[in-house]
């Protein structure tokens, strides 16, 4: 079994700064991929950022220049440090693992960006 844990997020005005972090724990061995997803209301969750077992790291167009992951590979946590914060950035943010194959999902940390 493998257990993703996510914090932080919160309320910030536009054009400041939040941090997510997620840990991910159990049978972990053959874990490959650590990754952040948020989902607007009404639609499906989709990619913010991602990194691999190689360090290839993607993100989605909106956020480049803005966010930034980083993963521990010792701890197994990931991190998205989110600057310069808008406000369509607003939405609810899942921590995605996967591990031989398989996702695991966090339950999800509201993030909203409102003056």
């Known amino acids: 079994q493998v257990q993703v844990v996510e914090s932080g997020g919160g309320s910030v005005q536009p054009g400041g700064s939040l941090g997510l972090s997620c840990a991910a724990s159990?049978?972990?061995?053959?874990?490959?991929?650590m990754g952040w997803y948020r989902q607007f209301p009404g639609k499906q969750r989709a990619l913010v950022a991602d990194?691999?077992?190689?360090?290839?790291?993607t993100y989605v167009h909106t956020v480049k220049g803005r966010f930034t992951i980083s993963r521990d590979k010792a701890k197994n946590t990931v991190t998205l440090q989110m600057n310069d914060l808008k406000t369509e950035d607003t939405a609810v943010y899942f921590c995605?693992?996967?591990?031989?194959?398989?996702?695991?999902w966090g339950q999800g940390t509201q993030v909203t960006v409102s003056s």
């Open positions: 159990g049978n972990i061995a053959r874990l490959y991929s």
């Open positions: 990194t691999t077992v190689s360090d290839v790291t």
């Open positions: 995605k693992v996967e591990v031989d194959g398989l996702e695991y």
